[in-house]
């Protein structure tokens, strides 16, 4: 072996060695306060959790599953997602191409005439050249390596942003969905309690008609139906608005949305999980932790600018005066190891160096605020669940009242025993009891959703069935 490729090897040999050596500090996870149950869960603490069932099992309607696999497929959120994904990954292996040596080639052609104070002959000439480069930094401090850590980081967290999008994506759809599907029913009592005041209305106008009504009477019966029946075109107005929001989540334009039977059932009361395993559902949470990964990565990136680089180049060619002859004479060669490092920087690696730190400390705070905002959403969604059921019941007992109430004052009505203006105060009453029984029966699917998006739901599940 010659002198040179002896030198190269040795070069070669330390350089693998020191590569070994990263600087910069080694990624470890933050230490975060994790709850040994969530706020407002009353039960013993469990594995099994609701963010386990798939999407498709938790939303338990052949047309809300339809939406949502649609929306997955074609929303724009959901495109826009993957696209983001795609440029990250790209990006990572841009990062990745600097562990290789980079290779080019150059051909030129040159014709002219020399000086005469050089060549007197002022002969013209022709030049053919031909050559191949190549150049490679070795990383003898890791910088290159925490580049690509970096950006295999800023992948996986981009990953995780997407997932997060899906889950916000079936969240949005299932909940405009219910909002829906308790507008036909507001829609349903404002129509039937309409009818209802109309009738009254042509009562009191047909005994006004024949002397035995005031004017008083019906006039409180006909503003009495007006109020109600000018909710009828606000809820359709409400409905449609809903509709479109439902079809721009799908990623298509506006059309009616299919719906069929009743509201959905409350499902079956499945416990919220560990909250230890939050931190690894979560995609807020992941993407949190990979964003600090690469801003740790990045500190390693600025320290490694205070020390050399050492790079290798090289140069392989021909120059012949004739194409012919370009590659059988001429040869030329070189090869040879640069080594850079600064001197002075009038303070910019320093600087820069503790703007990467600041970085992390950034990082490290969005880290903890994520984790600590899970478990308040978690917290919330549970009492909002825990809560609404005795919400319910209480409205569920209301209406009912009311409904015994218009049908005794119906009866003294009939009986002679009081005024019509009873029947007119009750059916009053009964309409605002059933519309709020109503947007809670709504209230307590959207609480059920927002415990499943707040736990990070699906997170084992495929994003299609």
Known sequence: MTRPARRAAVIGVVSLVLAGC??????????????????????????????????????????????????????F?????????????????????????A?????????????????????????????????????????????????????????????????????????????????????EIATRTTAAFQDTYDLFNRRLEGGAASALETSRAEASLGQVAAEIPEIERAIVARENQINFL????????????????????????LPSTLLER???????????????????????????????????????????????????????AGLVGPIFQGGRIKRSYEAAQAQWEQATIQYEAATANAFGEVSQALVDRTKL????RQRARTVGAYQEAVRLANLRYTSGLSAYFEVLEAQQQLFPAEISLAQ??????????????????????????
Do not use: C
């Open 389 to 392: 059921v005795e919400t319910e």
């Open 282 to 336: 979560r995609p807020d949470i992941r993407q949190a932790e990979q964003l600090l990964i690469s801003a740790n990565a990045n500190v390693g990136v600025a320290k490694a600018d205070f020390f050399p680089r050492l790079s290798l180049t090289g140069l392989f060619g021909g120059v012949s005066p004739e194409l012919g002859d370009l590659f059988s004479h001429n040869k030329i060669w070189n090869i040879g």
């Open 440 to 465: 809670t029966r709504r209230d307590q699917l959207v609480a059920v959703v927002n415990l499943y998006r707040a736990l990070g739901g699906g997170w084992q599940a495929e994003v299609h069935k």
């Open 250 to 273: 799908l990623g298509r334009n506006p059309q009616p949305i299919p719906r069929e039977g009743p509201l959905l059932a409350l499902p079956p009361d499945v416990p919220p999980g």
């Open 103 to 187: 290779v080019d080639y150059e051909g030129t052609w040159q014709r002219g005439r020399a000086n005469r104070f050089f060549d007197p002959t002022g002969a013209t000439q022709t030049t053919w050249t031909a050559d191949v480069g190549f150049s490679w930094e070795l990383d003898l401090w890791g910088r290159i390596r925490r580049l690509n850590e970096s950006a295999r980081a800023q992948y996986l967290a981009t990953e995780e942003g997407r997932r997060g999008v899906l889950l916000s994506l079936v969240s949005d759809v299932a909940i405009a969905y219910m909002e829906l599907r308790e507008l036909d029913e507001e829609r």
């Open 22 to 75: 990263a600087v910069g500090p080694s990624y470890k996870r933050p230490s975060v306060p994790v709850p040994e149950r969530f706020y407002g869960d009353e039960r013993a603490a469990e594995a099994r959790s609701l963010a386990d069932a798939p999407w498709w099992d938790v939303f338990d309607d052949p047309i809300l599953k339809a939406l949502i696999d649609e929306a997955l497929r074609n929303g």
């Open 77 to 101: 959120d959901a495109r826009r997602a993957a696209a983001r994904v795609e440029e990250a990954r790209a990006r990572f292996g841009i990062a990745r191409s600097q562990f290789y040596p």
